[in-house]
């Protein structure tokens, strides 16, 4: 399926906020409400004017049908070394199983090699099964444990 | 010990620089030559007129003693909430064993609760082998297997 990446506007919110919704761990902590909660816009904003940050969504015929998060970090480490994470990556339970999560991804892996970085760096939830050996297939190594504190 | 965070300036980078190289792992790909390679010096201008950067560190009787980056990042998921990632954690060899580390994370984890972050979260190289006990102390969970691709 020939898709089209780009940075997402305020009115793909709505679509971006139903993949995160529409997932095991996404529908315990996300609210996709008409009108949208007002923090998600408020993130939006803060996202679209940093640079480095981009939430980036994929077209298919005019629809979206899969989004990621992708942050540039500069850093000291690795002689100044800047690096790529990618966070929140979806692809529309309509759409899945044709390959949409793997181009998406490889855009990103492009994404970051335009920037320069020397990696990119993800952590999977580890209840996601299937998400280790997707990223494995990508070229991935679990080579860092994440470890996370949840302050609320 | 009593310590003092503060950001980091352009003065305190070769003191940065010989911590992150002084490691088994940074002893491989860090350049603690003096002058410091230009590379240090343009990553330290891009994170200090980041507002979502903030290179930290910890002194002592006027000397530096410990460093580590903190990066907040804006997100759509989590209702439009804030994570803080912690990087390049070091304490100075002299000065190891005396909860320098430990002072160095809480400060970290009070910052992130400033700046509203519903998580602080880190990836430690699996080679590490005590780092997964000491931030399992700190309360961080091993909830999310990170994963690196390296590009360079």
Redesign the interface.
């Known amino acids: 399926m020939p898709l089209k990446f780009r940075q997402a506007t305020r009115e793909d ?1 709505p679509a ?2 139903r993949m ?1 919704a529409d997932d095991f761990l ?1 529908a315990t ?3 996709n409400e008409n009108p949208l ?1 007002e ?6 904003g ?2 679209e004017t ?1 640079k ?2 981009e ?1 980036i969504v994929a077209e298919a015929n005019g629809e979206i049908v899969g989004t990621l ?1 992708i ?1 540039f ?10 690096r790529a ?1 990618v ?2 990556v979806r692809v529309d339970d309509k759409y899945r199983g044709q390959g949409i999560g793997k181009q998406l991804m490889q855009w990103a ?1 492009n994404r ?2 335009e920037e320069n ?10 209840e996601r099964a299937d998400a ?1 050996r997707f ?2 297939e ?15």
Do not use: W
């Open positions: 919110l971006i906020v995160l996404g902590r996300e609210r909660p923090s998600y816009v408020k993130a939006f803060e996202i940093d480095n940050n939430l998060q942050t970090t500069p850093s000291i480490s690795f002689q100044g070394g800047k994470t966070e929140s892996i970051a090699r970085c020397f990696a990119v760096q993800l952590t999977t939830n580890s280790h990223y494995e990508l070229g991935f190594k679990g080579s860092h444990p994440g470890m996370k504190l949840y302050l609320k």
